[in-house]
């Protein structure tokens, strides 16, 4: 469904993102993992073209990105950064609507059956009751669901998620994560997110890559990846990784700080 193949990005002369490779399929939830500063975030907005890419491409259901418009785009991919801002007084039914626009010429109003789609992703993420507020009213979790809710009203095949927890207490963490993993089972939709809590990408990824310094340097199945010489050698943490029985996903403990992460 979205692949990336020899992608570099550049700030101001430095390398950021050095030769990334990866594939993403269909109805997977590929979780992105890493030091801060090593170029999560950057990644995630080179392949949704927010930011340019200084060489390699990347490919969406067969097609190359270069090769598509913005607004093809747009219809097949979503992408929710860290901190997102509306007008004072946007109301959560307004903001769920404009995930139509790209579905519509610039002098088209919404029809019947984009209220219908508004209606629907607002339903999908319990949203119902507070349609008419305004969004900078909610709390962080609800602010969050109503941003999902208006990447949704895209109807997406890949959905880009920038640290999605970040700000959120535990309780709202685990709301958003539940949501977007009921959505990934129930809509097929192909999720690739930042995350910086290894038990969270544990539970919540088919698959982990881990980047450093720009480069990947391992991936696959979190039984796999969340190992105690990764989570050491990576970030420069001794932790204690155990698995509950009959679960493929390993439980991570950090004990102390081993050393510098270089």
């Known amino acids: 469904m979205l692949a990336a193949e020899g992608l570099s990005i550049s700030y101001d002369g430095n390398k950021i993102v050095n030769n990334f490779t990866f594939q993403v399929n269909e109805g997977e939830i590929v979780t992105i993992i890493g030091p801060n500063g090593s170029g999560k975030s950057t ?10 890419c200084e060489s390699g491409r990347v490919c969406i259901a067969g097609q190359e990105l270069k090769s598509l418009h913005s607004k093809q ?17 946007m109301t959560v039914e307004e903001l769920v609507s404009y995930g139509r626009l790209p579905h519509k010429k ?10 219908e789609i508004v209606d629907w992703a607002i339903e999908k993420t319990a949203l119902h009751p507070l349609r008419k507020r305004l969004v900078v009213s909610l709390s962080g979790g609800e602010a969050q669901r109503a941003w999902i809710a208006m990447a949704l009203a895209q109807r997406p095949k890949v959905l880009l998620l920038d640290e999605p927890t970040t700000y959120l207490d535990i309780a709202h963490q685990l709301e958003v994560l539940e949501l977007v993993k009921n959505l990934n089972q129930e809509l097929g939709i192909t999720v690739v997110m930042v995350l910086h809590d ?8 088919d698959k982990i890559y881990v980047i450093q310094k720009g480069n990947l340097v391992q991936y696959g199945k979190p039984s796999k990846v969340l190992t105690t010489e990764m989570i050491r050698d990576i970030y420069g943490v001794d932790a204690d990784v155990q698995f509950a029985d009959g679960s493929e ?4 403990h950090p004990l102390k700080r081993a050393q510098p992460v270089i």
Request: hydrophobic share 35%.
């Open 106 to 115: 610039w002098y088209e109003r919404l029809s019947d059956q984009d209220y």
């Open 43 to 52: 990644l995630l907005k080179g392949i949704s073209r927010m930011i340019p």
């Open 198 to 205: 290894l038990n969270q990408a544990s539970v919540y990824s």
């Open 73 to 89: 785009i747009s219809q097949i991919m979503c992408m929710l950064c860290q901190s997102n801002q509306t007008p004072a007084d």
């Open 249 to 252: 996903s390993p439980r991570i």
